[in-house]
């Protein structure tokens, strides 16, 4: 596996599995019929670095960024948001992509990381908190869920 920089020719291939994810409606709270453009702006746009990871064959089968949370004093806190195609989850492509982003944040001098709308029914929760992030707190019912009905969505924090 490596995870690299993403280049712009990157995009076409991380768009299928971004649609196929953001289409399910159960771990983003982005649109679920976001069109390919807006989804290359919410994922790519100039604020953010870009990761992919490449499995042995050279095909991209996820996708992270990196950017600010938030911006003039409180620049130091990051954002991140992470993919894995689901035709490779359960790899552990998930965990080295995030302690990749973890560890770039730290390096760029962010002070910490905050998630702000972490579905609680994301399998992904057990992964951030094994990684050292807490639930600061929960927004009940907050999203709609295609299976579970209405479930908060949780703000996640660690710091680096």
């Known amino acids: 596996m490596l995870i ?4 712009a020719e990157d ?7 971004w649609r196929r994810v953001v289409a399910a409606g159960e771990t983003y709270t982005w649109d679920p019929a976001t069109s390919e453009e807006d989804a290359r702006r919410l994922w790519t746009n100039p604020a953010k670095r ?6 042995g064959t050279g095909t991209v089968v996820a996708s992270a ?3 600010p949370n938030y911006g003039g004093p409180a ?7 992470f993919m894995v195609d689901p035709d490779h989850a359960g790899r552990g492509i998930g965990r080295a ?3 990749h982003v973890l560890d770039a944040a ?10 702000n709308a972490v ?4 399998p992904a929760v057990g992964l951030w908190k094994s990684l050292g992030f807490s639930v600061l707190g929960t927004v009940p019912e907050a999203f709609e869920h295609p299976r579970h009905g209405p479930v908060g969505l949780h703000v996640m924090y660690r710091a680096l």
Not at 4 to 7: D, F, I, L, P, Y
Not at 75 to 81: C, S, T, V
Not at 119 to 122: A, G, K, M, Y
């Open 4 to 7: 690299r920089e993403a280049t």
């Open 11 to 17: 995009w076409p291939r991380i768009w299928p599995f």
């Open 50 to 55: 870009v990761f992919a990871v490449e499995d």
């Open 65 to 67: 960024y990196l950017t």
């Open 75 to 81: 620049a130091r806190i990051a954002n991140a948001g």
């Open 97 to 99: 992509l995030a302690v």
């Open 106 to 115: 730290r390096a760029e001098g962010y002070r910490g990381m905050v998630f």
């Open 119 to 122: 579905v609680e029914t994301n």
